[in-house]
């Protein structure tokens, strides 16, 4: 048996193996932390910052960060919350973000976690960036104006070999995924089907098919982003 | 071409770790990093097409696309600017007849600019095919040009005197001034090499570490971590092999006192790191050296030669059986964020320097996931002394908080600029006396871009970890400068530029910012902007490491400090302004239809 831990998120009590994140060991205690680019399977990567968390004073990715004995985890303060909202309005204008003519619409996590945090409008200035919409390879089309830079498609998506199909380009605000065209060129509808659904928002979307499943009866249609994990099902914060 | 390319992976083994040198050597004999140099890498490595770009993209100094025969890197940091970069550039544009961020048309000549070379006393300064110029005019940009047009070989083109010390070593031959003012324990030529070596022989790690523990010393590359407890905690983590590292990559724009150390003591720094490689059990050692200072790189290769030869590198250092150390230089490729700790590993290991999210911290997993110390240059050669004359020696410098001495750069509007050894406890008035200044003085910045902009009432404010904390970068700024656009707004290019683009608020909400300056610099500004510059500065504590955490300082240090600078250029009659100027948004199409705006 692995050793159990103790520690708090916002006063309740909770319990943890050792080696647990404080985002899986918060999960299995029925607690939500809201995550991008985290997808259980891949190795977690705290890029987009949207799952910190406060222990003692310090701000953690709770993606990454092992449970410590005793910790004192604060996921609901107003500092917290600030961030969090920051994070999603950032990503919301530092890209160009069309929600009623995304295919993803109703699937999107940004778009969900937006709604669970009651953000009506960004308070930083839209930035329009100037993205283009790639759509050489035949499966799939990439739209960079949607893309939050999650990173999921370039842990989660390999070839055979195991060799990466996704992957950054340049760095600081002018860093894009950039698709390797051979590699991709050989990908399967499985594979491609595969990545639309490991973005988190519209930015990989297969081609060929669109709005199968009508806006509306969508999986964040029904539910808030987050209800399949708390016990008590909150709706918005 | 292949075959160049086959051989230079050849030479690394085929090892994908290596990677950041099979670029350097490529980027070297081809001149840039093809599509098809790309192909072979990407087959011979095992690596997919845009794994390969990944890395290359990242890294100021590699370019998928044909450099000139020529290149010039001029930098345009902020005090290159205080001291004559723009008219300088202007000249090499004229004369040249292309533009800085192209290469000319007929291939012969390449123009960037490129932040800061570690040259601050001695600006306006480039890299040349290599070779650093400094002190340049406008008369000698015009004889750089003609000489370029000419043909001639680039250390043809030198006319000054090499600089002073080993500057004008064989293998270094460059103009580059150590400007060295003032000597403390650290940079005294006194000790010689191997002393400490042979001392260290007779004691037991542990012991090491407990001398370096009592000297108290911290960390001198910013974060002022006790060194002591940092090599315990190498020491203690369990793993087969261990490394040293000593960071040498001196990014952070007015720092140049890591070059001087490298130029003057060598041996020193080598003798630290064997040392740590003793203390923690470590055979490895690898210095991150920033590629701006590939002119020292012959000249290191000698002296590690030397040192291996003497026996204090290699094996059985010293003829004590089983202590082996060596070094190797790892050279980066022009990235700010190579110098935090946990990207510098990355880099090393041949990916895009990008920092690692800790835990775990590197003494417990860091390059090749082993345990690994990081130091900067001027802690291990500190070691090196402290190891020489004790810890309680070491004490008997500065302050109670902060022991030993603190090697400064000091450069912007002074009469000395260049390097200062000082106990720590000097106060900024007293570096001022000592620097000697020209007029008045409006502000020195403190540690850098990352650290704080103060303002004549705190000069009385000492240098220590208690107080004003630095890596040792001061920029004194004269009363002459338009603080907020000569300096703040360039820190603020400067962290847009080289943040890694991971974190979304450090990606994305430092543009935000920046855009914000430009707005007020316009006249735009009101105050909600200087408002919402204020309210929203906790955002970026959210980010996973130092640069993104300290990106905003230009701004909300001066905010705090000069706020009548801000409040003087905001619009005093408005309480909205979107900072979106249609009439120059719509000038062409204004022009194109004849047409004539409202
Ligand atoms: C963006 C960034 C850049 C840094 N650049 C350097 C550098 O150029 N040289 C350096 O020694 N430390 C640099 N550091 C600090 C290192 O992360 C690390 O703390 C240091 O190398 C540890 O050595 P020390 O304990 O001897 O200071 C940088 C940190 C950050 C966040
Ligand atoms: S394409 Fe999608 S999965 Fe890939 S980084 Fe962008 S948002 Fe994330
Ligand atoms: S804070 Fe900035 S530089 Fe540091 S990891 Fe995050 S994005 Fe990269």
Redesign the interface.
Known sequence: MSKVLNFTIDGVICMAEKGQTILNAATANKIYIPTLCNLPGLKPRGSCRVCNVKVNGKFLTACTTPVAEGMEIENNSEDIIDIRKSIIELLLVEGNHYCPYCEKSGNCDLQAIAYKYNIPAPRFPYQFPDRDIEATNGKLLKDHNRCILCKRCIRGIKDEDGKSIFAFKRRGHKVIINIDTRLSANMTDEMAQEAMDICPVGAIIKKEIGFKVPIGERKYDKEPIGSDIEEIKATTI | MKKDVKSIIAKYNKDETRLMDILIDIQDSLGFISPEAIDVISEDL??????V??TI??YHFFSMTPLGKYNIYLNNSAVANMMGCAEVAKVFEEEAGSKFGEVSKDGQLGMFYTSCIGMNDQEPAAIINGMVFTRLTKFRAREIISDIKAGKNVEEMYVASYGDGANSNQLIKSVVSNNIRKIGPILSPKAEYGSALKKIIKLSPDEIIDEVKLSNIRGRGGAGFPTGLKWEFCRKAPGDRKYIFCNADEGEPGTFKDRVLLTERPKRLLEGMAIAGYAVGAEEGIIYLRYEYKYLEEYLENVIREAREANFLGKDICKKKGFNFDVRIQFGAG?Y?CGEESALIESAEGK?GEPR?R?PFPVEKGYLNKPTIVNNVETLSSVTQIINNGGEWYRSFGTRESTGTKVLSVSGDCLHPGVYEVEWGFSVNDILDLVGTMGDVQAVQVGGPSGRCIAPYDFNRILGYEDLATGGSLIIIGKQRDLLKDIVLNFMDFF??????????C???S??YR?KLKKILKGRGVQKDLD?MYA?R??M????CGLGQTALNPILTTLRNFPELYEARIQKNKTFDE?FDIHSALKDSFEITGRKSF
């Open positions: 095992n690596l997919s097409h845009v794994d770009e990944q993209s990242f990235a964020v895009r999210d835990p847009v530029e080289e943040s890694c683009g991971s974190c979304t608020p990606r994305s909400l543009v935000i855009d919402d929203w906790h955002i504590k959210g980010n996973r900072g």
